[in-house]
C-alpha cells in the first residue's frame, strides 16, 4: 500500500483486467488498492485510427481489476501525437 502513496497527486496509467486503460491524477486509494482519480479519460486504440480519448471525470477503479499500475511522464505524454499512434487494443483477461 505504501508505494501507492508515491503516485498521490500525480498522473498514473491504469490497466485493467477487461483490457481497458485509463490515464489520470490519482487522488486516493484504500486498503484494498481501490483507486480514485480525477481529470480521467480512457484511451481507446485501434489498429486502423488513432487513439481516441473518452473524458471520464472523476473516476473509481476497484483494486481488483487493476492490471497495472505506472506514472506517465506528462513531458512525453504529452509529446506523443495520439492520432498517429497505431496499436491493436488489449485482450481482456480470460479465466
Do not use: H
Amino acid at each position: 500500500m505504501s508505494s501507492l502513496q508515491g503516485y498521490v497527486d500525480r498522473r498514473v496509467l491504469l490497466v485493467l483486467q477487461d483490457g481497458r486503460t485509463i490515464v489520470g491524477v490519482l487522488v486516493g486509494f484504500d486498503q484494498r488498492s481501490d483507486i480514485v482519480l480525477s481529470e480521467s479519460k480512457e484511451r481507446i486504440y485501434s489498429i486502423d485510427e488513432g487513439v481516441e480519448e473518452i473524458p471520464l471525470g472523476l473516476y473509481l477503479v476497484k483494486g481488483d481489476q487493476i492490471l497495472l499500475i505506472g506514472e506517465l511522464d506528462e513531458a512525453l505524454d504529452n509529446a506523443v501525437d495520439l492520432d498517429n499512434v497505431r496499436a491493436d487494443p488489449i485482450a481482456p483477461i480470460r479465466y
